[in-house]
């Protein structure tokens, strides 16, 4: 048998491909390769069962990859049904007609095609993005095959001979191009196995051909007959001298002479062939639910809680998402779902499949369903997806209400962690949001959860009716927080940058709802009193009112200040500043978005608050051309702005230098 040609592109079974532009990753070369292998494995054994191949005696199926750095070579071998003179031409020759494929149309009454990966196409011929030159040495299962070789330069011109191979199953050899050795190096090629080849269902194994061998020693009752002895150590009986009692020495045996064996170090499988997703949960432990989250994302902190899918209808998905310990902002957080296909990895977080806000958790989900590309990385059929997302959100939803419901303590504790992502979700899925909508809580002041519910009906007995008071910074507010707890007003903590829109969502979602930060106004319960009914006492604290708001003005040096006069409840408090909530919140917002070099184009809305109880207040209000007026006015504006944030570098410098010197005139002494 001898053959040359062309390679024939069956243009009604494929797309038309490019060899350099087929895969947008030219490490994914040795995903195709061996799951290929695994391929071949997973049908050879199918037609054992159905009584089609007679198989050897505890046969050991497996793929092999070698590298050899000083050939730059590369070399995938499986044990799996091989291919005839016929089936190259077919499968190999016709570019992608998809032996898979065919596999299935034979035996689709008897094969579960799930378990069968490649149903692509294309696979092989990814050997090309990295190789000069690729050989085939295969021998079929088939009864009187003989073995056959084939070998391409280039991908489009080919030579097929007899071959030599005396096992049953495939080998391919790569012979890479200068640009890819990097693929042959053994450290490298166990990075791209474990990205793409850790979870396949057939035992995958590697070894670099160049490599110094490596030995273990072993006990005799360790050995099996697949070792392989390289020497065997005798230990000679160890004895000691013992004296008796009646005073006689005598010779015992401490340890007996016994056989140890140095033995070529056993091969270890680079995967796990029975991922964790692919039990039941009911079959599953905490701690294998833990190692498997540390092993596949490398985190050793513990994950909070999980989710363990497993559907069979109306679509096959098995997956486990972890909610990962998140206490940061949520556009921090760097979550990955891993996308498999029957274990086969095809990429992190395809938004196709993966909800948005899911991106921020960290698990694997695996679809065999899934329709892919002969690449097998974009997605097709959206409507079909779509359900697919839809469930995997409909699961985190059910998940998280029925901790709160069931598991209430647990469901608290996580919530500082998890908060973040599920308002991140509520604003991006409107039907998690609608499950997740009685499940919201926030935590006040106290240190108590509690729902949007028990928060209205908390302030509507306190005359705040649909109104929600919120804190977003405990250290910079707190001198409004103390004011809330001595009137006995309660607030909810928010530190969140997501809570500004999220916020803004609930008002939206509940009508009449409004969220108000607790330096936005000054409360009508922290007022003395109700305004007097004296005409000329109001005349008179309207003048008050202007006289005061002239002289900060003046003393301040700020024409556009908004000063108002309030007779507050508590006379220790001179000063405070208030923002109005509108334009903290569109500031708010220009801050995430960064939009317009900055938040200058809306400048926030500030009061300054006067105390008209407060002594100082009054002094300034009976002293307007006293010379310590003006300092007094800037120390009560700066204390306001201290107590509401901070102060620029300028104004932090005159008011440490200020304060000192009103020290200094406090004891009599100047400055010298």
């Known amino acids: 048998m001898a053959k040359t040609g062309s390679l024939s592109i069956n243009s009604e079974n494929i797309f038309p491909i490019i060899k350099k532009w087929l895969y947008s990753d030219h490490d994914i070369f040795y995903r195709e390769l061996v799951s290929n292998g695994c391929d071949a494995i997973t049908k050879l054994k199918k037609l054992a069962l159905m009584g089609e191949y007679e198989e050897p005696e505890d046969p050991e199926y497996k793929v092999t990859v ?50 069968i990966i490649g149903h692509f196409g294309l696979g092989f011929y990814s050997a090309f993005m990295v190789a000069d030159k690729v050989t085939i040495d295969t021998l079929s299962y088939k009864e009187g095959a003989k073995p056959v070789h084939w070998e391409s330069e280039g991908g489009t011109e080919f030579d097929m001979t007899d071959g030599d191979k005396e096992t049953v199953g495939t080998t391919i050899r790569l012979f890479l191009n ?9 450290y490298r090629a166990r990075e791209v196995l474990d990205k793409y080849c850790a979870f396949m269902p057939v035992e995958i194994y590697l070894s670099d051909e160049t490599a110094e061998p490596q030995y273990d020693t072993i006990e005799k009752d360790e050995l099996t007959e697949k070792d392989t002895i390289v020497e065997t150590i005798v230990e000679e009986a160890k004895t ?43 079959e599953c432990t905490e701690e294998e639910y833990k190692e498997f989250y540390r092993k596949v994302f490398m985190d050793y902190r513990e994950p909070l ?38 274990q086969v990895f095809i990429a992190d977080n395809i938004k196709e499949v993966i909800p948005e806000f899911l991106m921020l958790l960290k698990g694997v989900i695996d679809c065999p369903d899934l329709p892919l590309n002969v690449s097998r990385s974009a997605l097709q059929n959206d409507g079909f997806v779509k359900k697919i997302s839809d469930y995997i959100t409909k699961k985190v939803a059910d998940k998280l209400s029925g901790m709160c419901k069931t598991d209430r303590e647990n469901y608290e504790k996580y919530w500082d962690d998890i908060n973040p992502f599920i308002k991140f979700g509520c604003l ?29 009906e908390e302030n509507k007995e306190k005359n705040h009716e649909n109104q929600v008071f919120y804190v977003t910074d405990e250290k910079e507010q707190s001198q409004y927080i103390n004011m809330f707890k001595e009137v006995g007003l309660d607030a909810v903590i928010l530190p969140h940058s997501i809570d500004s829109p999220f916020i803004g969502h609930l008002e939206q979602k509940n009508e009449g709802v409004k969220f108000l930060r607790i330096d936005a106004d000054v ?79 809306f400048p926030v809305e500030e009061t300054l608050v006067l105390n008209a109880n407060n002594t100082l207040v009054k002094y300034v209000l009976e002293h307007q051309d006293s010379d310590h007026t003006k300092t007094i006015c800037e120390q009560l504006y700066d204390l306001a702005k201290l107590a509401h944030g901070s102060l620029s570098p300028e104004r932090m410098t005159k008011f440490i230098a200020r304060s000192g010197d009103i020290m200094m005139l406090m004891t009599g002494e100047e400055q010298k």
């Not at 799996?80 to 689709?108: C, H, P, R, W």
């Not at 009692?245 to 270890?268: F, Q």
């Not at 507050?568 to 923002?579: D, H, Q, R, Y």
Request: glycine share 4%; charged share 35%.
């Open 66 to 115: 070698t590298v050899n750095p000083t050939e730059k070579t590369i070399t995938v071998t499986d044990n799996g049904l091989g291919m005839t003179e016929e089936e190259v031409d077919e499968y190999i020759n016709q570019i992608a007609f998809s032996g898979a494929q065919d596999f299935l149309n034979k035996y689709k009454d008897k094969a579960n095609e799930d378990q």
């Open 178 to 186: 200068e640009d890819s050795t990097e693929f042959c190096n053994e």
């Open 240 to 282: 000691e001298e013992k004296e008796n009692e009646d005073g006689t020495k005598e010779t015992v045996e401490v340890s007996p002479a016994r056989e140890k064996y140095k033995i070529l170090r056993r091969p270890v499988p680079v995967n796990d062939t029975h991922p964790l997703w692919n039990k039941h949960p009911n």
């Open 305 to 342: 809680f999980w989710i363990h899918l497993n559907m069979d209808y109306p679509f096959n998905l098995k997956g486990i998402l972890y909610f990962p310990k998140i206490n940061m902002e949520y556009e921090s957080i760097e979550g990955k779902i891993k996308l498999y296909n029957n």
């Open 428 to 456: 991006k899925d409107e039907k998690f949001a609608e499950k997740m909508n009685d499940y919201i809580i926030f935590k006040n002041l106290e240190g108590k959860y509690l729902t949007l519910k028990d928060c209205l």
């Open 523 to 601: 409360n009508e319960t922290f007022r003395e009193t109700a305004e007097s009914d004296d005409e000329a006492a109001k005349e008179q604290e309207k003048k008050d009112a202007d006289a005061l708001t002239e002289t900060f003005k003046k003393a301040l040096e700020n024409d556009k200040l908004t000063v108002k006069v309030e007779k507050l409840k508590n006379a220790g408090i001179a000063s405070m500043i208030t923002v109005s909530e509108e334009s903290r919140r569109m500031q708010d917002m220009m801050k995430m978005y960064s939009m317009y070099g900055g938040s200058d184009m």
